[in-house]
């Protein structure tokens, strides 16, 4: 098996004046997953999750757990998912993402990997009951960064490995499933519907590899820490997050108002003491 490549900097393609705005406010906007641009990967991602538990074989000792589980995925086509994403890339300087994401100009937001992946931050002072504690800003473990997986382009993806991984394996979900303490049934029901939501998350058509998703996934958002607001009839959540220490470039693009936008991030990153690294797209972009 191929080893993946882990890119050090994920990318988040934007306009110029939803930049200004992330960096003023320091906040990240995650969108209600049924939401968002394309309706039909909420279908695609229940589809296949459903076709590959349905064939994956089971002895009867987790024949009921194997039921429970196909009649729990059917549920989520009837109920909104209480999920939210923000959307990256691996790409830096991709023409597509730059025509896609900032049609009339825009930049790419490099976001540190490693930052994203531990969390974006979190007040925890409610947490505690308002006890004084160090550093009470801390990376949420809640904001979970998931890699995209792409369908062939007849739109089949073979998740029989990470079924086995993620929902059979031994001494998991499925002896969870048969023990009748209300302690272990909520850890277990909490647990199995997070991994659902990642799996559906995280599968996107063929057609859509070059984007290189990642995903930053936030199921069921505390509404103390993540309020629900809306704009357009959208839903979203803000994720707060320290930009001298989470993004480490951002790039210009190659078409629309580019001189603009060239001197707004140098103002912003000048204006606020930021040290992310400028770079102009090397896309020569036709009109």
């Not at 790039?251 to 912003?268: F, Q």
């Amino acid at each position: 098996m191929v080893k993946k490549e882990i890119p050090e900097i994920l990318y988040h393609y934007t306009s110029i004046e939803a930049f200004v705005s992330i960096i003023e406010s320091q906040n990240m906007r995650a969108t209600r997953y049924d939401q968002m641009n394309d309706m039909s990967e909420v279908q695609l991602g229940l589809d296949l999750l459903l076709e590959a538990v349905e064939k994956y074989p089971v002895d009867r000792s987790y024949r009921d757990y194997k039921e429970f589980l196909i009649s729990g995925i059917n549920s989520y086509r009837e109920e909104a998912l209480e999920v939210y994403v923000l959307s990256l890339s691996a790409a830096s300087d991709s023409l597509y993402q730059w025509i896609a994401y900032t049609p009339h100009g825009g930049v790419a937001i490099g976001f540190d990997r490693r930052k994203v992946q531990k969390g974006f931050l979190c007040d925890i002072t409610r947490k505690v009951f308002g006890a004084k504690v160090k550093n009470p800003i801390r990376p949420d473990p809640a904001n979970r960064l998931i890699r995209c997986q792409y369908t062939d382009e007849n739109g089949n993806l073979d998740l029989q490995p990470i079924i086995a991984e993620r929902f059979f394996k031994p001494n998991s979900y499925g002896s969870m499933f048969t023990s009748q303490k209300s302690l272990v049934q909520d850890v277990f029901l909490m647990t199995l519907s997070l991994a659902v939501y990642q799996t559906i998350c995280s599968i996107k058509h063929g057609a859509y590899a070059s984007e290189r998703e990642w995903r930053c996934v936030n199921l069921r958002p505390d509404p103390d820490d993540y309020p629900v607001k809306s704009e357009a009839n959208r839903f979203y959540i803000e994720m707060k997050f320290d930009p001298k220490e989470y993004i480490k470039e951002v790039w210009v693009s190659p078409h629309g108002y580019r001189k603009t936008c060239e001197m707004a991030v140098s103002y912003l990153k000048k204006k606020y003491n930021l040290a992310f690294v400028i770079k102009k797209s090397k896309i020569p972009f036709r009109r």
